[in-house]
């Protein structure tokens, strides 16, 4: 049993903000949450935690990590990667995240599903599922994707997919190159299905979405735009109230102006930060590979060698207050985008995303100028 009294700041409870609060916890869960104490009278494990004007919000949930800590996790398919990159997005306050696979082959698909089981077993903190981005997309939004390992969709990728995971398995998918049938099955198997590097209509879109697809990968990007007469995917994407989005907010892959606009139209329970991250995240490394390919880290920008993006150089608690800035929204509403959004649309809300009785210990300690300070998971100090 493990008792912290927090003070000296603003504490995220539940969706409502307080001075302090005593967190008791055990097995990796919160089993109560009362008013701080004065002084230390909890017998046991005891911690304090003193804010300094600064915040305590639940962990932040990433549905899109490619890397962090000078690896990329296409090419580092086994549990020490796995361990590497998401200790890396720790310490900017990510307790949950899926590592993701950019398009590759079959073999390497396989070999990602069944390495990021491995992580779980192993009780790697923080992994809690995989994301398969690619290949099956489509090529004319490709974006960094290697276009000759674009491919279509096949019986064995998809009893690949839909074999029992410990975590969960999320694939982005063009939905207008892959039969309605498949999209179906792979959804009925549990398999959480994205949108993203698509040109598909609206109409495409909305089959899709009816198929089984609930969410769309990096909103704007990659994907066919909003326009006046063929609203697009970005279109379906926004007006559909049922679907999450995930957004990069790093400044660089969506203006200021259209983070407004995503979040205005989708509101902060169907809209996700993601990160997107490369290597560099967490690393002084300057470049990475990619495929064989070179890619470069210049100014905080990832992209390729004809100035195509490469991914972000970017972390969750920076993303949290770029959407701060960009919408005049405060931390408790952006720090759900970052938390019981992506929980949610994972299938987790019961379990992680907001501090409540029975839920995960797992939460994010922030300054007053919204920079990380301390992590912890499951109750156990991983970061700070």
Known sequence: MRTIDVRGGRILIGGETRDDARLTISDGRLRA????AVGSDAAGDYAAIDLAGGWLLPG??????NGGGGVLFNNALGIEGLARIAAAHARFGTTALLPTLITDTAAAIEAALDAVDAAIAAGVPGIVGVHIEGPFINGTRKGIHDPAL?????????DILCRP???????TLAPEVVAVEDIAQLAAAGVILSAGHTDATYDEALAGFAAGVTGVTHVFNAMSPLLHRAPGMVGAALSEAAIWCGIIADGVHVAPAALDIAFRSKGADRLMLV???MPSVGSDDDFFLLNG????????????????LAGAHLDMAQAVRTMCAATGADLP???RMASA????????AQDRGTLAVGFRADFVVLDAALQPVQTWIGGIKVAG
């Open 341 to 348: 959004s992506p929980a949610a649309f994972l299938g987790m």
């Open 60 to 65: 932040f949930i990433d549905t899109q990590v």
């Open 33 to 36: 949450i009362e008013p701080a």
């Open 165 to 171: 995971r410990r975590g969960v398995v999320m694939m």
């Open 293 to 308: 390919r070179r890619m470069t880290v210049e100014g905080g920008v990832c992209m390729g060698e004809d100035g195509t």
């Open 275 to 277: 990160t997107d991250a």
């Open 150 to 158: 674009i491919r279509t969709l096949d019986r064995s990728i998809i």
């Open 333 to 335: 509403t952006v720090s």
